[in-house]
């Protein structure tokens, strides 16, 4: 491994550390960062784009890690495309729920910058529900649309609860909302 990569890698593991000991994100500064990391300040903005990006990584390292364990019945053929696509959902809320720690902070991040990583990862199983019967892009759109839609929702919970009565940190009312989502559009 090469000494730049290096450097990137002790960032990511310096800010996987500091989440792991933080109770808000907001408290991980670069300084904190490139103290933990033993590199200098410029570091961060050589191999990232911004802090929140390095953090949003590190984020994600943290939940990746996770996600073997909430995943692991996946690959069960017997379910309906639409019971494998409401299962993902599920569990992909239920992580973001169990780890509100760390992605509550990184929501706007992901809405805004962050890239469509769980839309490629349903999109498949949106064209398994419709069997050839929507178009690639309409498939895509529907992806779309229920990975921001929940994003939003999970980052807004309080403001959609005054307007739904739907709490969405209560994982049955959770659960009934992802039907719901799902009723809207698959038949």
Do not use: W
């Not at 960032?11 to 103290?35: G, M, W, Y």
């Not at 498949?124 to 929940?150: A, H, N, R, W």
Request: charged residues 30%; positive net charge; aromatic residues 8%.
């Amino acid at each position: 491994m090469d000494k730049s990569n290096n450097t990137k890698n002790q960032l990511i593991e310096a800010v996987i550390e500091l989440l792991q000991e933080c109770n808000d994100v907001s408290e991980i500064t670069s300084r904190k960062i490139t103290e933990r990391a033993k590199t200098n300040l410029s570091t961060i903005n050589y191999h990232f784009t911004s802090k929140d990006e390095l953090i949003n990584i590190g984020v994600n390292r943290l939940i990746r890690e996770a996600a073997d364990t909430y995943f692991k019945d996946m690959e069960v053929s017997e379910k309906s495309p639409k019971d494998k696509l409401r299962y993902f959902l599920v569990r992909i809320s239920d992580m973001i729920v169990d780890y509100k720690k760390y992605t509550k902070q990184m929501m706007p991040y992901l809405l805004l910058k962050g890239e469509f990583t769980q839309v490629i990862e349903i999109l498949p199983l949106v064209k398994e529900c419709f069997q050839g019967s929507k178009t690639d892009e309409e498939c895509k759109i529907i992806s779309y649309q229920l990975i921001s839609f929940m994003q939003l929702v999970l980052y807004r919970a309080d403001e959609f609860k005054k307007l739904s009565k739907i709490n969405i940190m209560n994982k049955q009312e959770r659960d009934k909302l992802i039907d719901i989502q799902l009723n809207l559009f698959i038949k």
